[in-house]
């Protein structure tokens, strides 16, 4: 059992929500919420069946942004016991989801560090991560918050 803050779970249920009843993003429905920049910057480590992230979410805004929900999807499944950090919840096999707190404009979310075990020893591991939930803003700009990132074995870090 893995304990996770209050405010992590609630983003997961009603991103949850939003994804299943939304039919389509809301920019393609005609709502129009506040808009901001949303990125990701950070590092990927693979060593002896263990992955290592550490990545800090950033806006550029024209908004702030009071929340939003991080997913990391890996190419292996992860193991049954995990440790996760405050705010984080596993998803699926290879999923996790991190808060990442307030975001103000030019500024940055809550720094978010985990260490997955996998339930097998790899070689390689592809890390993807993106935004799962941006709090109703609209972010005319994924590139910076969509990465694919190949890790191999080594313990070297990859930056993205």
């Known amino acids: 059992m893995v ?11 009603v991103a949850g929500l939003l994804v299943l ?10 709502w ?11 590092r990927v480590a693979l060593s002896q069946g263990h992955v290592r992230i550490l990545l800090v979410p950033e806006n ?10 991080l ?11 995990q440790a996760l950090a405050e ?14 707190g307030p975001m103000p404009l030019h500024g940055r979310g809550r720094h978010v560090g985990l260490d997955l075990g996998l339930r097998e020893r ?3 591991v592809v890390v993807r991560v993106d935004t799962w939930w941006n709090g109703g803003a609209t972010d ?21």
Request: some cysteine.
């Open 140 to 160: 005319r700009n994924r590139a910076n918050n969509e990465h694919v990132v190949l890790a191999l074995d080594t313990g070297d870090a990859y930056a993205f």
């Open 71 to 81: 997913r990391v999807r890996l190419s292996a499944d992860l193991a049954d016991r």
């Open 21 to 30: 009843g939304a039919g389509g993003p809301a920019h393609a429905r005609g």
């Open 32 to 42: 129009a919420g506040p808009e901001a920049d949303v990125a990701y910057h950070g």
């Open 60 to 69: 550029d805004g024209p908004s702030e942004v009071p929340n939003a929900t």
């Open 3 to 13: 304990a996770v803050r209050r405010g992590a779970v609630r983003s997961v249920v």
């Open 122 to 124: 790899a070689t390689e």
């Open 87 to 100: 705010g984080c919840a596993r998803a699926g096999l290879r999923e996790v989801v991190c808060e990442t």
